[in-house]
């Protein structure tokens, strides 16, 4: 289970997620474990521009991207990044 910010809990496995890019440390690693298997690709990276590109490759026109984290490990930067690359 992992603990949502609030009251209650979610369980990973009740979302599909098809592909997840884990970033930071030792919370990462614990995330993208939890996230790993059931037709889901994983990828656990220190910083986000190390994962921008594999995750661009994966994205089509079309999908979703939720960015969930805090600007503290720069995730606004992967969405700016993205947006440019795309031009958006």
Do not use: N
């Not at 521009?49 to 720069?74: M, N, P, Y």
Request: some cysteine.
């Amino acid at each position: 289970m992992c603990q949502a910010h609030h009251p209650g809990t979610i369980s990973v496995h009740d979302v599909y997620l098809g592909r997840t890019v884990a970033v930071g440390g030792e919370g990462a690693k614990a995330m993208a474990e939890a996230f790993r298997g059931r037709e889901r690709e994983v990828l656990c990276v220190p910083r986000w521009i190390e994962g921008a590109e594999w995750l661009e490759d994966k994205l089509r026109s079309g999908d979703g991207l939720l960015v969930k984290g805090s600007r503290g490990i720069g995730l606004d930067g992967l969405v700016a990044w993205l947006r440019a690359r795309r031009g958006l």
